[in-house]
């Protein structure tokens, strides 16, 4: 009898160890079912939360209360091959990669030319689209090229890789936080010029009754691609892989020739990884019938 205390201990802790076995195990069933659930590590799983602007057209724009613009279809038809829906909410682009990093969005979604400078925010998939600068002004000013702006009060949106051009042409430019703004500095004739993503550019000169005209455009000198948090590989992958499924399908074309009819693309500009063959936008699937920030 005097052996029972010594047994039940020992039994106590038999117990004691096969539940924290038990527990372990749970634990780590919990952790492989998360990524099965969410493999890429999204804010909400099977929904792709992606930042976007709301006054960008063609690009990104909000009409109607439904989110669209090459840019974001684009997205919609990339995420759709992942099995994934987008949620879309408009932000300020200045504050958008930072969002995009800390994680208030899976995917940045604006025409966002890639750079060095923000290589060290973001991560980037592979380009998808190209760009011109646009230079537009108050009708019938004397400004015709980029190479008059100086001494000029030139508008930008500020973060834009319009802002880092009028920055480092040392044309000391006035930022402001949204292309509304800068479509009102114009016709208030606040501001003498307006560097602008050159699609969108066109789109407000079309639309401003005669007040604005597009006085001259070069090209951007690098692609717009999606932006991912740092570090979040499995994501910028499976975009990546989507992406050209989306090219090779022909939507990629098809909204092209929707979003900007006649618009040339250059010929070393290639969208994707390169890889995938991208119809011509007559071979693109029918549908009812870029720019660079």
């Known amino acids: 009898m005097r052996f029972l205390p010594a047994l039940t201990r020992a039994a106590a802790l038999g117990a004691a160890t096969i539940l924290a076995a038990t527990a372990l195990t749970a634990c780590g069933d919990d952790s492989s079912s998360d990524a099965t659930a969410n493999p890429y590590g999204l804010a909400q799983p099977g929904v792709l939360r992606a930042g976007t602007l709301t006054d960008a057209p063609p690009n990104v724009y909000l009409k109607d209360g439904k989110f669209t613009g090459f840019d974001n279809d684009l997205l919609t038809a990339v995420a759709g091959k992942l099995g994934l829906t987008v949620e879309f909410v408009g932000t300020d682009f200045s504050a958008l990669l930072s969002q995009v990093n800390n994680r208030k969005f899976d995917v ?22 190209f760009g011109y600068f646009g230079l537009d002004v108050p009708a019938g000013s004397p400004i015709t090229s980029f190479d008059q702006l100086t001494g000029k009060r030139v508008v930008v949106v500020q973060g834009t890789v319009q802002d880092d051009y009028a920055t480092g042409k040392q044309l000391n430019p006035v930022r402001v936080p949204d292309y509304n703004g800068a479509i009102n500095q ?9 560097i602008a993503p050159a699609e969108i550019g066109e789109k407000s000169a079309a639309d401003s009754n005669g007040k604005i005209t597009v006085a001259a455009k070069q090209l951007s000198p690098a692609p717009t691609a999606y932006a991912v948090a740092k570090g979040n590989d499995k994501l910028r992958e499976a975009l990546n892989k989507s992406l050209d499924e989306v090219i090779a399908d022909g939507t990629w074309s098809r909204l092209q020739a929707q979003y900007y009819p006649g618009r040339p693309i250059p010929a070393d500009f290639t969208p994707g990884s390169g890889t995938a063959q991208a119809p011509s936008a007559s071979a693109a699937p029918s549908a009812s019938a870029s720019a660079a920030s």
């Open 186 to 194: 114009l016709k208030a004739g606040t501001a003498d010029a307006w």
């Open 108 to 129: 940045g979604s604006s025409s966002i030319t890639i750079t060095e400078a923000r290589k060290k925010t973001v991560d980037f998939g592979n380009g998808y689209d």
